[in-house]
């Protein structure tokens, strides 16, 4: 017996509505509405054998082990009409369960599901079952398209809090399904389709109607979004808390449906990082990364701030921890509050330097995913392939320069997620998704924001450099693509100003901001550092990149001369391909450019203006260390390895012989071996941490610092040393300092500069750490040390054993004519009245 249409109705306590329901189902089967096309006859009245062996529909009802009467109605209604089926669970299993029984169970060519209260009337089939007939493999009603009548709505809490959930499952679990309201009970699908998703769904709950469209989409079968009528029905069982268990399901799905090429590639950038990190892991809180010169101490400095401003729900872009009584901008500095504030309780409970390996591990080994994610999106589908061109995207020399103590370089996890959809909005001509692709850009420019700024600017540079001479070599594209990203640009736009509105203007306007940083004159890179070997790497030699950078931290190049010569020859390979000019122009733009406003030809005395002086000056990039653009180098370099690398495994001719194919394969994944093993970083070095003094470690200094007063280090914590900020976080962030580490205003221009603003006292006692001579101290320079000491509110001076101290020492006994003290490890001066 043919049946064109099986209608399946999940139900689980509906003993009140489920009669009404199915005597409306039948009635519409049965009547005039029923006779649609080409499913014929549905049917006239007649006695139950007759209609029976001229059934043209069916009707299940799936019992989900209801403890009511809405199984016996179902039975009613069974033995009413053959056409009618009982399907029954032995308990409640969830709505995804019973749609799995009830679909299994029919034999319709066309399979309608729809929700027991009828929200959308059985009338609305007919627009449904038009779907199908032009084509689509399954229709969607919705409550969300255009031409859609709500004619009852539900509370507006509750259709607020189904809207949000409803947004989080399309963006977050299950991004690029294409379908507005996902969870609307009234669908049509081709039964034989039907069958086969619902035997490979997995879910027992509301998050099955994903789980079958997200199979339809991979599976290529179009699928048409409905607007259809909806009256929201009293005695729903579709509860707020519903939409986060779906989400939940939907995440877990999302996790079990992982490729093991993927999780194995995660485990392995995991691994890589730990590799870099293991000097520190060892023991996060007595190990130090010398080369980080005195950003290691900085930057915990920040996560312990961070978390203790969150705990104590204080001002987040401000505090006078450092730099009393002036204060610090936060947000005018790089304290990452897009990652310090999550960890916040690992630092609460493990402490900061513990925090700031753990987000410095994970982060790099998520900014190697995400760029592996993209390329396998975007560029290649060889999971090994796209590896290596990720690796070397996120472990380049000048990532790992940058690991040293930056996470703000390193940990750009974000920077692939706002590219790929940038690219979505370029595909999108129908202009369908740009509100949709462009509030998710606006929310993930913001979070990039409170992760990094400059690597933020960094990366719009590379985007543009990309987009212009893809623009050139496809005009056609250029032209289609432009419209829906302009409009999607806006609406980013639109989302991240009002989000970041008030902490951009206090980093720019509010307390302790500062006009521009002043870099010196020498920021750019060498010609020779493009070709050169950095300190970590393998081939590298620690003089050679001294010499050709400003500190170990900032070798932004070094990618060796056997990778640009690789790059080169990829480059001419593949130079037919519109993707490979674009990449290549966008390395060597950003190579040029980060060679400074003006640079050396090397071997001579001759000086060239270099590509960057006419963008020197502009607003922004007035901040930016040049020698960094060269960092946009690395997943330029990495995604033209990848293609390399992935016509050479997956190319099936690559000469005319088997044996030739074979070799040539052989030599050119060799070739890249060579290229990159170079460059293979070496572990961060680390060595064992001062020990911190017992005056701070075990609290002796609250004898000596009352409320409103300040501990002075001397000297006073600067960019050259800044051990005392590492003394104060071991106090739990118990007093306040002057000086310090940070980036914040000097002089009436308001100019940046690194540290605190100088004042007499601090430069006598950074001259004497810095030459070993004690000067001789005039009245003039006491009178100065009582003004300064004044200032900064000073309870107590505090020298710690280290170079010259006996210089310090003298100096600071002759400026307060009176000795020092010797107290737990640390000479001090009391400056109470009566000490």
């Not at 206090?506 to 060498?526: K, R």
């Amino acid at each position: 017996m043919r049946v064109d249409l099986t209608v399946v109705v999940p139900a689980y306590n509906e003993e009140r509505r489920l009669g009404p329901t199915l005597a409306a189902i039948r009635a519409y089967l049965d009547g005039p509405g029923g006779d649609r096309g080409d499913r014929g006859d549905l049917g006239d009245r007649g006695d139950k054998d007759d209609a029976s062996a001229r059934a043209q529909w069916e009707l299940i009802v799936v019992d989900d082990g209801s403890t009511d009467r809405t199984a016996e109605i179902a039975v009613q209604a069974e033995s009413d009409d053959p056409r009618v089926h009982l399907v029954r669970s032995d308990r409640n299993r969830g709505k995804g369960h019973a749609l799995r029984l009830g679909v299994l169970a029919s034999r319709g060519a066309r399979v309608l599901i729809t929700d027991a209260d009828l929200a959308a009337p059985i009338e609305e089939l007919e627009h449904l079952d038009k779907a199908l007939t032009d084509g689509h493999a399954a229709a969607i009603g919705s409550r969300a398209g255009a031409g859609a009548t709500i004619e009852a709505r539900q509370h507006r809490l509750r259709e607020l809090m189904g809207r949000t959930g409803n947004f989080l499952i399309r963006t977050v679990a299950v991004p690029g399904i294409g379908i507005r309201d996902t969870q609307c009970g009234f669908k049509l699908f081709d039964g034989d389709r039907a069958r086969e998703a619902f035997a490979a769904s997995r879910l027992r709950g509301w998050g099955i109607d994903v789980e079958i469209l997200r199979y339809f989409r991979r599976s290529g079968w179009p699928v048409a979004e409905v607007p259809v009528r909806w009256a929201h029905q009293e005695g729903s069982k579709v509860r707020p808390v519903d939409y986060v268990k779906v989400l939940a399901e939907l995440t877990a799905l999302r996790a079990r449906a992982v490729r093991p090429a993927d999780l194995l590639v995660a485990l392995l950038f995991l691994a890589m990082a730990v590799t870099l990190y293991s000097g520190r892991w060892i023991a996060p809180g007595d190990r130090y990364l010398p080369d980080s010169l005195q950003d290691q101490n900085q930057w915990e400095w920040f996560f312990a701030v961070t978390a203790d401003n969150v705990r104590h729900l204080q001002n987040p872009f401000f505090t006078t921890l450092q730099n009393h009584p002036d204060g610090v901008n936060l947000m005018a500095n790089t304290v990452m509050l897009g990652l310090s504030v999550p960890f916040a309780p690992v630092t609460w409970l493990f402490g900061p330097a513990a925090a700031l390996n753990a987000a410095m591990t994970l982060g790099l080994a998520a900014t190697a995913f995400a760029w592996y994610w993209l390329i396998v999106r975007r560029l290649v589908r060889h999971r090994g392939a796209a590896a290596v061109g990720a690796a070397l995207a996120a472990f380049a020399p000048p990532m790992v320069s940058h690991a040293h103590a930056h996470p703000n370089f390193m940990v750009l996890f974000m920077i692939p997620l706002i590219i790929d959809r940038a690219l979505r909005l370029c595909e999108d001509k129908r202009g369908t998704r740009v509100v949709r692709d462009g509030v998710v850009l606006g929310l993930f420019t913001t979070y990039q924001i409170f992760l990094g700024e400059e690597p933020l600017l960094l990366a719009a540079l590379g985007m543009v450099l990309f987009a212009v001479a893809y623009g050139v070599v496809r005009r056609d594209v250029a032209r289609a693509a432009f419209r829906p990203l302009a409009r999607g640009i806006g609406v980013a736009l639109a989302v991240t100003v009002p989000l970041v509105a008030f902490p951009l203007y206090w980093q720019f306007f509010g307390p302790q901001s500062y006009t521009s940083v002043l870099h010196g004159d020498n920021a750019g890179n060498s010609p020779l550092a493009l070709l050169s070997f950095a300190e970590r790497s393998l081939a590298g030699n620690e003089k050679t990149a001294e010499a050709l950078s400003q500190n170990p931290t900032e070798q932004n190049a070094f990618y060796g001369w056997p990778l640009v010569a690789l790059a080169f020859a990829i480059v001419v390979r593949f130079w037919e391909r519109a993707a490979v000019k674009a990449l290549a122009f966008t390395a060597v733009a950003a190579a040029v450019l980060s060679l400074g406003p003006k640079f050396r030809i090397p071997l001579t005395d001759i000086v060239l203006p270099g590509p960057w002086a006419p963008l020197a000056h502009l607003p922004l990039f007035e901040s930016v260390i040049e020698s960094r653009v060269a960092m946009v180098c690395a997943p330029a370099l990495g995604m033209l390895v990848a293609l390399a690398l992935a016509r050479l495994l997956t190319s099936p001719r690559l000469l005319t012989t088997p044996r030739r194919t074979t070799a040539t394969r052989y030599a050119g994944v060799a070739a890249v071996a060579l290229a990159l093993l170079p460059i293979v970083p070496a572990p961060l070095r680390a060595v064992e941490r001062a020990e911190v003094p017992a005056f701070f470690a075990d609290g002796t200094w609250k004898r000596y610092v009352s409320d409103g007063e300040s501990l002075v280090p001397v000297p006073l914590p600067d960019p050259g040393s800044a051990e005392a900020l590492h003394w104060q976080t071991t106090a739990d962030l118990g007093f306040v300092l002057p000086g310090g580490y940070f980036n914040g205003p000097w002089g009436p221009d308001r100019v940046g500069i690194y540290g605190a603003s100088p004042r007499n006292t601090s430069n006598l006692l950074r001259d004497v750490r810095s030459s070993g001579r004690a000067p001789q101290i005039t009245d003039a320079w006491r009178r100065a040390a009582r003004d300064d000491l004044a200032y900064w509110s000073a309870g107590v001076l505090v020298l710690t054993p280290q170079p010259h101290d006996g210089e310090l020492r003298e100096t600071v006994d002759e400026l307060l004519d009176r000795p020092g003290k010797w107290v737990d490890g640390v000479w001090i001066w009391d400056l109470h009245k009566g000490s």
